[in-house]
């Protein structure tokens, strides 16, 4: 059984730090009585898609290569009707190798949440790959802070017109 105990009350403190409702139960198929338990996740997009994507990354975790494909591919979710992404919304996937996956990850993933924080893009790590959900402009800046600072780790990183960019101030220290 994936949740069980512990694992189960972690499921169960998602929806408090992502803004959702979920929970398993039994859903119906259309044109017959059989049933299965799944896990719904109810509110708001973005809210059910970090949800998603946290529960993904819980699963790979303990499962590896259910959610990730041997091809290192984020696999495809099953969306009833309604559950579509809208106005740009998408999820965009960059592969990490084990040591940026550290050190993007960081203590207790502070280094994730900041780069999520800081650009506005839903970014979870599902295996070895950097999921970025969120609109196209959100995910750019997502995919741009992670590359900038898998850029410091091995030398300077390098930030081309940072005067044109909305997202930015460049202030003047003196090198003293």
């Known amino acids: 059984q994936l949740w069980a105990g512990s694992q189960l009350q972690r499921l169960t403190t998602l929806d408090f730090h992502t803004g959702v409702l979920m929970f398993f139960a039994k859903t119906s198929k259309e044109g017959g009585d059989d049933s299965d338990e799944q896990l719904c996740i109810f509110g708001p997009l973005a809210a059910r ?3 998603e994507l946290k529960t993904m990354s819980a699963v790979e975790h303990k499962h590896p290569g259910y959610c990730v494909s041997s091809k290192g591919e984020l696999r495809d979710v099953d969306r009833v009707p309604g559950d579509e992404d809208e106005g740009g919304w998408g999820i965009d996937t960059v592969p990490l190798t084990d040591d940026s996956f550290s050190y993007a990850l960081g203590a207790r993933g502070s280094t994730r949440r900041k780069l999520a924080a800081a650009s506005g893009c ?6 070895r790959l950097a999921c970025f959900a969120g609109y196209r402009q959100d995910r750019r800046r997502g995919k741009d802070y992670l590359r900038w600072l898998l850029e410091q780790r091995t030398g300077q990183s ?4 940072p005067k044109e960019r909305d997202d ?3 202030v003047k220290v003196p090198t003293s």
């Open 168 to 170: 930015c101030k460049v």
């Open 158 to 161: 390098v930030v081309d017109s």
């Open 49 to 51: 898609r970090g949800a």
């Open 122 to 127: 839903i970014i979870e790590y599902v295996g």
